[in-house]
C-alpha cells in the first residue's frame, strides 16, 4: 500500500482525479505557551494535493492557505456556517466540474480525502464531544471512557458507522433537548462535502497519537521504573541526555536533556520530531539498563508496531500482525502500567482499521502540515501587528507563496553540494584511486586532475551526508536490510559519485531494536542516480564497541 488509493476508501474512487487533503489547526498568537488561554487564537485551515511526488511532498510550497479566521467566531452555527461554507462550495466544484486548462484541453477532476489535524480539533469539526476524559471518547467506535481499562482481549467495541451516525444525528435533530448521543453533539460543518463523512474522513494522526502521546508516557515510565529499580539515578539520567551524542542526520531533531525537575512533573518536553528521535534511540542511549527493565517489554512491542505504522509501502499482509501487536500492547498497559491508561492507547490501537481503509498514515499525518504551520506561527509572534491578525498573517503567507512558486526550484529536481573543497588526484589515498582508474581509466587518475570533494549532496531533496549510512536493497523472504556508508561524495567532470563501503548486516540485536553491521571493506562507486528506494540516511552508533543502525521504519520491497 503506497497511499490512499490503496486503502478500502481509495479504490473506489475515480482513478483520473487528484487527490486534495486538508489539514486544521489552532495557532496562539500572543501567548507562546499555547494557544488556549489566548483571545487572539486563530484557527487555520490548509490544503495539499496528495498525488503530488513523495520528494516534494513535505515541501512547504506545496501546502496552501484555505482560510485563516479568529477561534472565537467559530462559537455558534451560523459562525462556522459561514466560515466552512465557501471552502465546501470550491471543494465540490473542484470533485464535480474540475478545473479546465485551456492548454492541455482538459478538464482536471479533484477528490477530497481527508481532514488532517490533532484528536481535539478533528472531534470539533466532527461534531464529536470534544473531552478525552469522560463518555464516548472515541470518533471511531464506541468506546466509553470507562471501558478503556478492559483489555481486548476480552471486548470488541461497536463500529461506529455512517449508517448509524446518520440516525444518531436524526434523533439529536427530534430531541433538541438532548445534547449529545454517543459522543455526537450534532453534524459536522463539513457535511455537505461530497466524500466526507464524519466516521471515515478524520483519521487517527500518529504525530499527536504517537509522538506526542504514547511514546513520551513509555519514555517516562521506563525511567521511573529505572530510577525505582535503582539502575540509575535522576541526576545520572539528566548527565546522560544531555552527553549523549546524536548522529549528524539525527542531531536536526537532537532532543532536549531530560533534566531532573522534567522527571519529578513526569514530563518529555520538546518538538514531536524530538520527542520521537528519543524514542527510537532510546535503547541505544540507556543500552546497559533496558534489559532490566520491566516496561522495555511494551517498548518492544509498541517499537514493532509503530515501525510498521510509519513505514511507506505497507503490505496488506502485515495487518493480522499489526493487530496482534496493538492487542497486546494495550493489555500490557492495563496490567503493568493502570494508571497510565490515557484515551490515544485506545487510539492507538486502531491504526489497523484506519490503514485498511485510507493507506499509509504518513500520507496523512501532522508532520507533513508542521513547517508550514511553525513558519505561520512564527510570522503571527513575530510582526507585533495585533489589528486585523488574520488578514496580515493571509497576506504574508500568500505573498511568500507566490515567491516559493516563482523560484525555479520548485517542484524541480536539482543537486546541492555542500562542504566542497578541491583536491588532486595525489592527494586521494591509492585504494580509492584504483577505484577511479577502473571506472574512468588510467588518464583521469595519471593527469593529476582536480576534483571536488564535499561532506554532503542534495540530491532530489534526498541528503547524502558524508559518513551516513544508506539501504540500497532488501535480502531474502525476511527482507534484511542491507547498508553501504559513504566515504566521500566526489564530483569529477560534472558527475557526482559516492565512495562507499559495502557494509555486512550481521544480526538484529532486538535489546537496541538495531542491527549490527560492520564493515566488509569493499569499496564502489555509486552515482546518486542508482539509488532507488529508501532514500532516508542513518546515522551509525557504536554500543560496546559494535556500530548499529537504528532504522526509523519497517522498510519492505516496492512489489
Ligand atoms: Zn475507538
Avoid at 436524526?170 to 448521543?181: A, D, F, G, M, Y
Avoid at 518492544?300 to 501487536?325: C, F, G, N
Avoid at 546541492?416 to 592527494?427: A, F, I, W
Avoid at 559518513?467 to 566515504?487: C, K
Amino acid at each position: 500500500m503506497f497511499s490512499f488509493r490503496n486503502g478500502s476508501r481509495g479504490e473506489n474512487i475515480n482513478k483520473k482525479t487528484f487527490l486534495i487533503q486538508l489539514y486544521v489547526d489552532g495557532i496562539g498568537v500572543t501567548n507562546p505557551i499555547g494557544p488556549k488561554k489566548d483571545q487572539h487564537k486563530l484557527t487555520v485551515i490548509y490544503f495539499t494535493l496528495e498525488d503530488i511526488p513523495e520528494l516534494f511532498r513535505s515541501i512547504l510550497q506545496c501546502i496552501n492557505l484555505v482560510t485563516i479566521c479568529y477561534t472565537k467566531y467559530l462559537n455558534d452555527d451560523t459562525k462556522i456556517k459561514k466560515i466552512y461554507e465557501p471552502i465546501i462550495n470550491d471543494l465540490n466544484d473542484l470533485q464535480s466540474t474540475g478545473l479546465i486548462i485551456n492548454t492541455f484541453n482538459s478538464q482536471i477532476l479533484f477528490t477530497f480525502t481527508n481532514v488532517a489535524g490533532d484528536n481535539l480539533a478533528l472531534h470539533e469539526l466532527g461534531g464529536f464531544q470534544q473531552s478525552f476524559n469522560s463518555g464516548y471518547i472515541c470518533r471511531r467506535c464506541l468506546i466509553t471512557y470507562g471501558n478503556r481499562l478492559i483489555p481486548l482481549t476480552d471486548i470488541y467495541f461497536i463500529q461506529r458507522t455512517e449508517a448509524q451516525h446518520q440516525r444518531v444525528l436524526k434523533s439529536l435533530e427530534n430531541n433538541p433537548q438532548v445534547k449529545s448521543i454517543f459522543g455526537v453533539s450534532g453534524p459536522s460543518a463539513l457535511n455537505d462535502l461530497h466524500n466526507f463523512n464524519s466516521t471515515l474522513s478524520l483519521p487517527a494522526d500518529c504525530m499527536h497519537d504517537f509522538f506526542e502521546g504514547v511514546c513520551p508516557l513509555i519514555i517516562m515510565a521506563m525511567l521511573k521504573e529505572a530510577s525505582r529499580s535503582r539502575l540509575i539515578t535522576f541526576g545520572a539520567i539528566q548527565t546522560r541526555t544531555e552527553n549523549f551524542v546524536y548522529g549528524e542526520l539525527d542531531g536536526s531533531n537532537k532532543p532536549p536533556s531530560i533534566q531532573v525537575k522534567h522527571l519529578t512533573n513526569e514530563r518529555i518536553t520538546g518538538t514531536a520530531a524530538q520527542k520521537y528521535c528519543l524514542f527510537r534511540l532510546f535503547p541505544i542511549i540507556f543500552s546497559d539498563i533496558v534489559e532490566h527493565l520491566e516496561l522495555f517489554k511494551i517498548y518492544l512491542v509498541l517499537r514493532e508496531l509503530l515501525d510498521m505504522i510509519l513505514a511507506v509501502p505497507q503490505r496488506k499482509s502485515w495487518i493480522p500482525y499489526m493487530e496482534t501487536l496493538s492487542i497486546n500492547f494495550q493489555s500490557m498497559m492495563i496490567e503493568m502500567l493502570p494508571e497510565k491508561i490515557i484515551t490515544k492507547i485506545h487510539f492507538v490501537t486502531e491504526y489497523t482499521r484506519v490503514i485498511e481503509e485510507n493507506g499509509p498514515p504518513v500520507k496523512y499525518w501532522c508532520m507533513r502540515f508542521e513547517g508550514a504551520h511553525l513558519y505561520f506561527k512564527k510570522v503571527a509572534m513575530q510582526s507585533y501587528n495585533f489589528k486585523n491578525i488574520p488578514k496580515t498573517r493571509a497576506k504574508r503567507y500568500q505573498l511568500r507563496q507566490c515567491f516559493l512558486l516563482s523560484k525555479e526550484k520548485f517542484l524541480r529536481t536539482f543537486d546541492e553540494g555542500s562542504g566542497g573543497r578541491m583536491v588532486y588526484m595525489n592527494q586521494i589515498e591509492s585504494k580509492i584511486k584504483n577505484l577511479l582508474n577502473r571506472r574512468y581509466g588510467q588518464q583521469v587518475t595519471d593527469s593529476n586532475q582536480a576534483l571536488m570533494q564535499y561532506s554532503q549532496l542534495i540530491h532530489n531533496h534526498i541528503i547524502y551526508k558524508q559518513n551516513a549510512v544508506y539501504v540500497y536493497d532488501l535480502a531474502h523472504v525476511e527482507e534484511i536490510p542491507l547498508f553501504f556508508q559513504i566515504i566521500y561524495i566526489l564530483k569529477l567532470n560534472h558527475q557526482w559519485l559516492f565512495i562507499v563501503d559495502f557494509l555486512n548486516t550481521e544480526s538484529f540485536i532486538s535489546k537496541l531494536w538495531s542491527y549490527k553491521v560492520s564493515s566488509s571493506g569493499r569499496l564502489e562507486i555509486i552515482s546518486p542516480f542508482d539509488l532507488q528506494f529508501y532514500h532516508k540516511g542513518l546515522d551509525l552508533y557504536e554500543v560496546n564497541h559494535i556500530h548499529v543502525v537504528n532504522l526509523a521504519s519497517r522498510l519492505t520491497k516496492e512489489n
